[in-house]
Structures are given as C-alpha cells and as structure tokens.
C-alpha cells in the first residue's frame, strides 16, 4: 500500500500495546488526516474486536474520522468503509457490505479514493448540526 501512496503522504503503521482498537494506520495524505483499520476478509466475512468497536464508534461520535480498508485476497480487491459503520461491519458477509462501499476496486486507484472519502468525511463533521445553530 505505502508505494501507491501520494508523495505528501506521512504514513505509520501503529502497534500500540497500550490502548486497545486502535486503527492500524495513521495518515496524513495532504494534509487530510486518516485512521485506518485494515482487515482481511476471510469466508467472506469481517471479524472485529470489541474494543475496534468501542474505538471507532467513540471516535465517530466525538466527529473523528476513520476509515475500514477490507482486502479480499482471492481477487485482490479492497473495500473501504466509514469507521463509524463498524457495527454493520462486524460479522457481515462482503456481498451485504458491498452497496456501502466507499469505494471497490484496485489497491492502485485506492490512495485516491481514500484521501476524496476521508476529505469529504472532514467537511461534513466540520458543518454545524441544525442543532447546534
């Protein structure tokens, strides 16, 4: 993945042994900032931890971004999916998780992509709530 990456990338692999869920990647793609999980699909199912639950739903609901990356390795092609979609996520078959794909496709095309998702992502938990107006 890291050589598909945009020259203004800062990417790093975490291993984090103190705090639980944490995403696997941090990125900072052009000055969008990105967590990201990333998951193999097996059986053609996702299994996530619940601590990667609580992670990324708190996330999300503080307005953090992040990001499921779902490899099929027996075609190669990789899903992503909003972080807060995590409980729709777990234990689902790929082909129900599939119409809400943020995007399918080749590891190639997939920098892009990611950095337009996690870009639009932003602005849309930067806009006020009509609850907050």
């Known amino acids: 993945m890291k050589?598909?990456?945009p020259k203004k990338t800062h990417c790093q692999r975490l291993e984090?042994?103190?705090?639980?869920?944490?995403?696997?990647?941090?990125?900072?793609i052009n000055g969008v900032v990105i967590w990201l999980e990333l998951k193999i699909i097996k059986h053609s199912k996702v299994s996530v931890s619940k601590s990667q639950i609580a992670w990324h739903l708190g996330h999300s609901r503080c307005g953090g971004?992040?990001?499921?990356?779902l490899h099929e390795p027996s075609t190669g092609d990789v899903f992503l999916f909003d972080g807060g979609k995590v409980v729709e996520i777990h234990g689902s078959r790929i082909d129900v998780l599939r119409p809400a794909a943020l995007y399918e496709g080749s590891m190639s095309d997939f920098p892009a992509a990611l950095r337009d998702a996690a870009r639009?992502?932003?602005?849309?938990?930067l806009r006020p709530a009509s609850s907050e107006l």
């Not at 984090?16 to 900072?28: A, F, I, L, Q, T």
């Not at 971004?65 to 990356?69: E, G, N, R």
């Open 65 to 69: 971004v992040s990001f499921f990356l």
């Open 16 to 28: 984090n042994r103190v705090s639980e869920g944490m995403p696997d990647v941090y990125m900072c």
């Open 3 to 5: 050589q598909k990456l």
């Open 120 to 125: 639009g992502a932003w602005l849309d938990a």
